[in-house]
């Protein structure tokens, strides 16, 4: 049973962007220009990045062929005219000229605070990541420090070791996690805190004893597979935790 609760718990959160993803694109896919590729374009992209992203970037058409082949080699499933057709419309539509649509979200890295670090973000993360997005992250150093291990895999070869530090100092600087006193964090409360939230002993018991087996909970879905324990109350309560 720890077993399945445990491959459960992973295949869950593996999935969880992709279907926040998934369930977005309609709605993104009306702010996108008319044109050719745009159908192609949010059939492709759509199922690892949400449709918006190109809207606050401006690069050349070599930059955006860049990009596009450094998501293919990712696994974007597509044949080789979708992937040219893809960078035609984002060339045409979100290409650096001065005539280029102006981007809905505003230059990117504008929100960014100055630091180095900054530059950085901006020409190694922006191929996956709105640089903007940065201002809604909150982690800890030793979170961003695991975040950044991971993400500086995929760009190995245009960042230095000095680059990563300082992206790493830049982050855990202006971003910090700080604790919601008006919340109880999951990961270190204790019995009484827990049952405090309105969880009965039993279920108390059970998340407790969960995360003891299987560590810190990284958000609140990952308590929905916890045998004996009521989702719907998890769900109700979700807002008075924090993790």
């Known amino acids: 049973m720890v077993i399945g609760h445990t491959f459960t718990v992973r295949f869950l959160t593996g999935i969880a962007p992709a279907l926040v ?19 192609t374009f949010a059939k492709v992209c759509s199922t690892c990045h949400g449709l918006d992203r190109p809207m606050a970037l401006r690069r ?21 005219e979708d992937f040219q057709a893809i960078v035609n419309y984002l060339a045409t539509n979100f290409g650096s000229d001065a005539n280029a649509p102006a981007a809905a979200s505003g230059p990117a890295g504008l929100k960014l605070p100055d630091g180095l670090g900054k530059e950085v973000i901006l020409k190694a993360c922006a191929a996956c990541h709105i640089p903007d997005s940065f201002v809604n992250y909150r982690h800890t150093p030793e979170e961003w420090q695991s975040i950044i291990a991971r993400m500086s895999q995929r760009v190995a070869a245009s960042t230095t070791k ?23 964090n999951m990961n270190k409360a204790e019995a009484k805190d827990v049952q405090a939230l309105g969880f009965t002993p039993e279920e ?19 308590m929905l597979v916890i045998y004996g324990v009521d989702g719907r109350k998890v769900d109700a309560l979700k807002d008075h935790m924090s993790f």
Do not use: C
């Open 21 to 39: 993803l998934l369930a977005t694109p309609a709605s993104a896919q009306q702010n996108l220009p008319e044109g050719p590729g745009k159908d």
């Open 204 to 222: 108390t018991e059970a998340i407790i004893s969960f995360r003891k087996a299987h560590g810190d909970f990284r958000e609140w879905g990952e």
């Open 162 to 184: 000095a680059d990563i530090d300082n992206v790493l100092q830049y982050l855990t600087v202006n971003f910090p996690k700080t604790e919601d006193a008006s919340k109880v």
């Open 60 to 80: 050349t058409k070599e930059a955006w062929s860049a990009t596009v082949a450094e998501m293919a080699g990712f696994g974007a499933d597509a044949t080789q």
